[in-house]
């Protein structure tokens, strides 16, 4: 799906398999502030069992047609430029409507 990071458009993968946000270094270094980044919070591993090389975390403003958000991204070395991890859907309590290929929050449904 697309959206925008501080403004920028990104492509943004919905895994439910990652545990936390990711954004790609690639991206960061290109548009991000790298002197705003954190000290990450966890080792994490990736789904084969590699550590991955954290250059850690940072709060980003996301924008998701009309609706702006801050959240939090981990920065680490990955072919994808963002994936919204089940971080992002507990956070934001968004729906997966997978018929109609796209995100519900919790005002556009019933579906409890």
Do not use: C
Not at 56 to 84: P, S
């Amino acid at each position: 799906m697309s959206g925008e990071l501080e403004g920028v458009s990104v492509q943004l993968l919905v895994d439910t398999g990652a545990t936390v946000n990711l954004i790609s270094w690639r991206w960061w270094s290109a548009h991000g502030q790298p002197e705003r980044l954190q000290t990450p919070q966890a080792e994490m591993y990736a789904v084969d069992g590699r550590p991955m090389d954290l250059k850690g975390e940072g709060t980003l403003r996301l924008k998701l047609g009309e609706r702006t958000i801050l959240t939090l991204f981990v920065v680490t070395e990955m072919g994808n430029e963002a994936i919204f991890g089940a971080q992002f859907l507990r956070e934001s309590g968004v729906i997966i409507d997978v018929l109609g290929e796209r995100l519900l929050w919790p005002e556009e449904t019933d579906v409890a």
